[in-house]
């Protein structure tokens, strides 16, 4: 893996036998910017030995990038629906040969992860617009909450999305309270991991910032 994941891989190793979410044992510095895919990677650390938790954090990545690929594909046919059926086939390509993505994915990093998460959590708002049916908003505010926990700088997408649903608080009262309770649910998460760092780092922003 890239050096920046072993590092979270290292977090994850000590984490999963026992020595807390730790870079030393003993030491409680945040030296990871990837709390979501750090936990993940202790379940594979948990399960295999180091080797081949290694190797299945890799295979991990193709299936976030497979994933990708998928949404990008929904998404495409939400706005194009007209397209030809070649057009949607050259984007699912397209998306698993974009080199970054390969790249950082299967060494490691969170970049799968994160697209995977954002992909899933665009596709949801533009089904809420579009149908108006409650999932899709629920869906949509766990997803980018997810993208939150994966990397928190994702924040500028989340209000992105938000923004782009005050066109539904026009419909009435109703969705006026399922926007206000979708942005409530993000904020747990945004919330849930300030407490648990100030609490378990004692330190309001990782080490890393």
Not at 128 to 148: N, Q, T
Not at 180 to 192: K, S
Request: charged content about 15%.
């Amino acid at each position: 893996l890239f050096d920046d994941a072993m590092i979270s891989m290292r977090y994850a190793w000590n984490f999963a036998h026992g020595n807390g979410l730790v870079w030393n044992i003993g030491e409680r510095v945040e030296g990871y910017t990837n709390l979501l895919m750090t936990l993940l990677m202790s379940l594979a650390a948990l399960v295999f030995d180091k080797r081949y938790a290694v190797l299945v954090i890799q295979l991990t990545g193709v299936f976030f990038m497979l994933g990708t690929a998928f949404f990008a594909l929904k998404i495409f046919e939400l706005i194009r629906s007209k397209e030809k059926v070649f057009m949607r086939y050259l984007l699912f390509t397209v998306v698993l040969l974009y080199y970054p993505l390969n790249y950082w994915s299967l060494l490691g990093m969170e970049t799968g992860l994160l697209a995977f998460l954002l992909s899933a959590g665009v596709l949801c708002s533009l089904l809420y617009v579009e149908k108006l049916e409650a999932r899709y908003l629920w869906f949509m505010s766990i997803s980018f909450g997810l993208c939150y926990l994966t990397r928190n700088d994702s924040l500028l997408f989340a209000v992105l999305a938000f923004l782009y649903l005050t066109q539904t608080l026009k419909n009435g009262r109703r969705f006026i309270y399922a926007f206000f309770a979708a942005g409530f649910i993000y904020g747990l998460f945004v919330i849930g991991q300030t407490v648990f760092r100030y609490a378990y780092y004692g330190e309001m922003l990782p080490n890393t910032y």
